[in-house]
C-alpha cells in the first residue's frame, strides 16, 4: 500500500517550511519512526518520521525546496522489503560516507539533531566517532569532538626546508590599477535559512508597524556585584546553578510592570490587552540567528529558577533542540548585547510586544557621589517601547524604577 509522506502540522503559527535535507533516498528501506527528512521552519528544525516500515518510493520535494503544511514530500510503499538489509556501506561502521547516508547514529547507537548532524556534514565529522553526553548527540557533542580531534599546534607541521632569499632587486612601481590576485576578491552567495529570512521580514515589518522609540538610562551594579560576590558559591551549591546578573533584571522587571502595567500589553486593532501575567522572553544566541525563548509566569519563579531557565535555553539553542513551546507567545522581552561587548544598543521590538529591555556590558566609569568622582561599575540600559500605547514619561519612569531595583537589590528578595 502506498503511503503519503506530508509536511506535518508543527504550529499554529507555521504555515510552510523548507527541505533541509533527505536522509533516505529512493528505494531506500525504512522502518517505522525512522526519520526521513529533515525541515527547516522560521521557529524550529522538524524531522518527518516514516510512519510505517516499507520503502521510499518517491520524492517529490528535493533538497532546498520550500513546501506548505499538508504538502507531500514523498510517496513510501509500506512493507516491501522492509526487512531488507542495509546498503553495504552503512555496515561499515568507521565510513564517514555510511553515516552520512544514514544521516544519524553514534559510537553508543543514539540518534542525533539536525543541527548535530548538519555541523558533522560541513566538518565532515563521522557521526560514529561522536560520544553524546546525553540520550541523543547534539551540535554541542560534535563541536567537542571537533575540538579533541584537532591537531595540537598548526605549528607541528613539517616546516620546508630554508633557501637563501635572493639579493633584493630594483622594485616595479606600483601603480592603483595593479592587478590583484583574484583570491582576495573572492564572493560568495549563500542562500538564507528559513529562519534567518524570517527574522529579517519580521524584524522589518516591526520597523514598519509600530512607533519605536528608545530611551536611555544607567544602572550602578556595585549592590549586584557584590550580592553576587558573597553568595556566588552558597547559591550554586545549594541550586547547581551560578548567579548571573540576568535573574536580578527579570526580577526588576516584572515588578515594573506590575507598576507600569500598559508595557505588558499588546494592541489588537483599535483595543490594548492588558495581560495579569508575566512571561518574560529572553534573548539567546543561536547558530541561524539570535532566538526568543518565553519564561512563563515569572513572578512565580525564584531566582535559581530563573537562572536555571536561562541556562537550560542556552543550552537547546546551541544544540538545536529548542521546541516551539519554548518561543511560543512572551509579554515583554529581554536582550543581553553585553555578553558580546556591546557598550550601547537600541534593541527591536518583538510584536505584538511593546516593550523590550536591553542591557550591556558592565565598565567602570567615573560618577559623582556625595560630592567626589568616584569609580562605579556601571551598565547602559535601553528600553525600546511602542509610542502608539506607550507615553514617553510612562516609559521613562519604568526604566528609572528597574534602576532603582537593581541598586538596591534587597527590594527584590524582600518582595519575591
Known amino acids: 500500500m502506498s503511503i503519503n509522506i506530508v509536511v506535518p502540522e508543527v504550529g499554529e503559527s507555521i504555515v510552510d517550511a523548507r527541505v533541509a535535507r533527505w536522509l533516505k533516498k529512493e528505494g531506500d528501506p525504512v522502518k517505522a519512526g525512522e526519520p526521513l527528512v529533515e525541515l527547516e521552519t ?152 528559513k529562519r534567518r529570512a524570517t527574522i529579517a521580514r519580521r524584524l522589518v515589518e516591526a520597523q514598519q508597524t509600530a512607533a519605536m522609540l528608545t530611551t536611555f538610562n544607567e544602572v550602578d551594579m556595585s549592590a549586584v556585584m557584590k550580592l553576587r560576590e558573597r553568595r556566588k558559591e552558597a547559591f550554586k551549591a545549594k541550586h547547581g546553578v551560578s548567579l548571573g546578573i540576568a535573574s536580578f533584571f527579570v526580577k526588576a522587571i516584572v515588578a515594573a510592570l506590575h507598576e507600569f502595567p500598559r508595557l505588558n500589553a499588546e494592541i489588537q486593532g483599535d483595543e490594548m490587552v492588558l495581560k495579569h501575567y508575566y512571561d518574560i522572553g529572553v534573548a539567546v544566541g543561536a547558530s541561524e540567528g539570535l532566538v526568543v525563548p518565553v519564561l512563563r509566569d515569572v513572578d512565580r519563579m525564584s531566582f535559581a529558577e530563573i537562572e536555571s531557565g536561562i541556562r537550560e535555553f542556552a543550552r537547546k539553542a546551541n544544540d538545536g533542540s529548542l521546541t516551539l513551546e519554548d518561543l511560543r507567545g512572551g509579554t515583554f522581552s529581554i536582550t543581553n548585547g553585553g555578553v558580546y561587548g556591546s557598550l550601547l544598543s537600541t534593541p527591536i521590538l518583538n510584536p505584538p510586544q511593546v516593550g523590550i529591555l536591553g542591557l550591556h556590558a558592565i565598565q567602570d566609569r567615573p560618577v559623582g557621589l556625595a560630592g567626589q568622582v568616584v569609580l562605579r561599575p ?5 528600553l525600546t517601547y511602542d509610542h502608539r500605547i506607550v507615553d514617553g514619561s510612562e516609559a521613562v519612569r519604568f526604566l528609572v524604577r528597574i534602576r ?7 527590594v527584590l528578595l524582600v518582595e519575591s
Do not use: N, W
Open 42 to 193: 522560521d521557529k524550529v528544525d522538524v524531522e518527518v518520521a516514516a510512519p510505517k516500515s516499507g520503502v521510499l518510493r518517491t520524492i517529490a520535494h528535493g533538497d532546498g525546496a520550500d513546501v506548505k503544511i499538508g504538502d507531500v514530500l514523498g510517496a513510501m510503499d509500506e512493507g516491501a522489503a522492509a526487512e531488507a538489509p542495509a546498503p553495504a556501506a552503512s555496515a561499515a561502521s568507521g565510513s564517514k560516507g555510511a553515516q552520512k547516508a544514514a544521516g544519524g547514529g553514534s559510537a553508543s547507537g543514539a540518534a542525533a539533531t539536525p543541527s548535530a548532524r548538519k555541523l558533522a556534514r560541513e566538518q565532515d565529522v563521522a557521526l560514529d566517532a561522536v560520544r553524546p553526553e546525553g540520550p541523543r548527540v547534539t551540535k554541542a557533542d560534535v563541536e567537542r569532538t571537533l575540538v579533541t580531534t584537532a591537531p595540537a599546534s598548526a605549528g607541528e607541521a613539517p616546516r620546508p626546508a630554508q633557501t637563501p632569499a635572493p639579493a633584493p632587486g630594483p622594485r616595479p612601481a606600483s601603480t592603483p590599477s595593479a592587478a590583484r590576485p583574484s583570491e582576495e576578491r573572492r564572493e560568495e552567495r549563500v542562500r538564507m535559512s
Open 378 to 382: 556601571m551598565m547602559y540600559t535601553a
Open 404 to 410: 532603582e531595583l537593581v541598586e538596591d537589590p534587597g
